[in-house]
């Protein structure tokens, strides 16, 4: 169960780009959380699991002796949950996805793409906390601040557009 939750159902497996194949499962997942209850309850889903995280990743790194495997995807879903929580964060229904104006879909992508870029990048304290934290701390840190920057970096996106099209 470790390794399954670890590699978020084994996508972190994947031969090319783990962490990108990670954080594109976990796309649809916060969209269906988001959709089927709410906001509120992605984010407090994103901090429960990422306490889990923390607890198992520092179980793991203390059995194998290896920091931050490219296999551990779970906080990319920390990341693009915490973004998701932020950016779109608004209720709709199944029928509403493709509905432009409401945002949720361009917010979502949007996240989607700021959180890799971010999560590759490593800007800033992103950078800092991916090189200094240790163990799960380390791990988890730097995913979910960098999802935080892209969630709020999406939602002035959209707002900034809001304002230039009214």
């Known amino acids: 169960m470790n390794w399954f939750f670890l590699t978020l159902g ?5 031969p090319k780009a783990p962490g990108t194949v990670g954080t594109f499962v976990s796309l649809p997942l916060g969209i269906l959380i988001l959709i089927t209850f709410d906001a509120y309850t992605l984010f407090l889903a994103t901090v429960l699991i990422s306490i889990i995280a923390i607890k198992q990743i520092n179980i793991y790194e203390e059995t194998s002796g290896n920091h931050d495997d490219q296999r551990i995807v779970i906080d990319e879903l920390a990341g693009m949950w915490f973004a ?3 950016a779109p964060a608004i209720s709709i229904s199944f029928s509403e996805i493709t509905d432009f104006s409401n945002g949720f879909l ?4 949007l996240s989607f793409a700021l959180f890799r870029y971010f999560d590759i990048t490593k800007p800033s304290i992103i950078g800092r906390i ?3 934290a240790k163990g799960g701390v380390g791990v988890m ?7 935080v920057a892209a969630g709020i970096c999406s939602t ?10 009214a």
Do not use: H, M, N, V
């Not at 361009?106 to 992508?109: A, G, H, N, R, V």
């Not at 840190?141 to 999802?147: F, H, K, L, S, T």
């Not at 002035?156 to 099209?165: C, K, S, T, V």
């Open 156 to 165: 002035a996106l959209w707002q900034g557009y809001l304002y230039l099209i």
């Open 130 to 132: 991916d090189k200094e």
């Open 10 to 14: 084994y996508s972190g497996l994947s």
């Open 141 to 147: 840190g730097d995913d979910i601040i960098a999802g």
């Open 84 to 86: 998701l929580s932020i």
């Open 106 to 109: 361009i917010q979502s992508l």
